[in-house]
């Protein structure tokens, strides 16, 4: 059965530091694995997505890597601001089902 | 713009009462998804459909029931025999079933409170 964690559960920076965010998963079919944004009290907005295929994802001062073969992901956020404050949730798909992760909090620091 | 629409954004539920959360969308996308989401949980997978007229229980699909009379609605009908329903559910859609360029799209969820 896939498993996905994530970690560390809750994270704070100061404002302009760059920061990673780690998810693992149990089972390498996979195929794709998507990083979501949620703010409190509100639905799941999509941030990238990549696909068993590939090795990573860029938008903007987002960057996430995937290595299929270790079970791992990276969200790399650059020069974090207060507005990336939120939870960051990882999933990963099958023929059939998408499998999340718990999420890590993160704020940052003005 | 094509997303998916739940409705409503809060709901109140009285004891014994079945309650139905609506979501719609107008992505043309075959499949469709409930999640619950608590607190320290994650999001788990309560009912989801392939394909109009079929569907299958999720992880935790005990006291829900749904039905997928149109491809654009998957309406989650929350009874009486679900004991504990406080929590936020999210309804989300995918493309293709073998397609795995796209993701997957939610909705901005329901707060469902048993008062």
Known sequence: KQEVTQIPAALSVPEGENLVLNCSFTDSAIYNL????????????????????????TSGRLNASLDKSSGRSTLYIAASQPGDSATYLCAVSDEDKIIFGKGTRLHILP | DGGITQSPKYLFRKEGQNVTLSCEQNLNHDAMYWYRQDPGQGLRLIYYSQIVNDFQKGDIAEGYSVSREKKESFPLTVTSAQKNPTAFYLCASKGARADSTYGYTFGSGTRLTVV
Do not use: M
């Open chain 1, 34 to 57: 998507q990083w979501f944004r949620q703010d409190p009290g509100k639905g799941l907005t999509s941030l990238l997505l990549i696909q068993s295929s590939q090795r990573e994802q």
